[in-house]
């Protein structure tokens, strides 16, 4: 609560030294890229693939960091003031943003929220998984709407859209290139439906939170799992992995899935329990920082994800 009230301070402090003499401050010299700045890993890489280096592109969740508990710092703050467009999923694991952009000024800036851009669905409790004891106060939509290739090709005709408005200038460029990028996700979506209809099971198991509600609802499978995608939880009770590893035994199932930038124990204790290969199927939440600096790709991820799923469901 401190840190907030501190960025609150520190955004006000900006806009009042700031605004007065930069009031326009995303709006550009014709000579110049638009600043583009997005929340987490993968609207920025989606921009990465429509704009290339149109654009001066910034994530503000640090490479390796947890997306569900980051807070923007000072720096972080500066950045959003001098961005053209601004582009974040939503959700209570960002619940941070309009806080801070009701304290600046945002006249001049595009704002992408991506989950108004498709069809959000509630987090869901499923068999296995502990309830939890807190009551929520309002609806919680589940946040990971870009783990269906389906999705992301709405999402990516969203943000081309915005950068055609923010910068008419490479529209063109930016229509082009989406289209191409839309074309590989018609591919990748292709290979999962392949998978999917080609496997002898329809039932995954997560020994982790799961993120991939969207992904399961796009091509038909059921799952089980410790926790929803966005729970903070990351100890199980007994009776969840118990449940899990007598699922896997029960049915034969012969992979546990953890996701990425996890700890592992869980899936580690349900594969020593079962026997079960212990898998990765990466929700593309956010990535390393080594994996960062080489350039890695959310179609790099989905598509080796395409190969553990067919051993999932074999």
């Known amino acids: 609560m401190k840190r907030i009230f501190l960025l609150i301070a ?73 961005t053209s467009v601004f582009i974040c999923i939503g959700g209570e694991s960002e619940t941070w943003v309009d806080t801070i952009l009701q304290s600046m000024n945002t006249g001049a800036m595009r704002i992408l929220v991506l989950m108004d851009a498709v069809n959000v669905v509630e987090e869901e409790t499923v068999e296995g998984m502990e309830d939890s004891e807190e009551e929520e106060e309002e609806t919680a939509y589940d946040e990971h709407i870009w783990t269906s290739p389906g999705n992301v090709k709405i999402i990516t005709q969203a943000i081309t859209e915005t950068l055609c408005d923010a910068d008419a200038a490479n529209a063109g460029f930016y229509r082009q290139n989406a289209e191409r990028y ?45 926790f929803p995608g966005c729970s903070t939880e990351t100890e199980p009770s007994a009776a969840t992995v118990a449940f899990l590893i007598n699922k896997i035994k029960d049915e034969h199932i012969p992979v546990v899935f953890h996701i990425e930038l996890s700890n592992e124990r869980m899936a580690d204790t349900i594969s020593e329990a079962t026997g079960a290969k212990k898998l990765l199927l990466h929700a593309s939440h956010n990535i390393s920082k080594n994996d960062f600096e080489n350039g890695v790709t959310y179609l790099d991820l989905m598509s080796a994800n395409v190969k553990n799923l067919e051993e999932a469901l074999r």
């Open 10 to 82: 520190l955004i006000l402090f900006f806009c009042l030294t700031g605004c007065s003499q930069k009031k326009n401050v995303a709006i550009r010299n014709s000579e110049e890229k638009i600043s583009v700045t997005a929340t987490i890993f993968p609207p920025y890489d989606f921009v990465r693939a429509i704009a290339g280096d149109r654009v001066n592109l910034t994530m503000l969740l640090p490479p390796g960091a947890e997306s569900h508990s980051f807070e923007p710092t000072p720096k972080d703050i500066i950045t959003l003031q001098k």
């Open 182 to 226: 839309i074309a590989k996700l018609d591919e990748l979506d292709r290979a999962f439906q392949e998978t999917v209809d080609n496997g002898k099971r329809k039932t995954i198991v997560f020994g982790d939170r799961f993120p991939f509600r969207y992904f399961a609802d796009s091509y038909g499978l059921s799952y089980f799992a410790a």
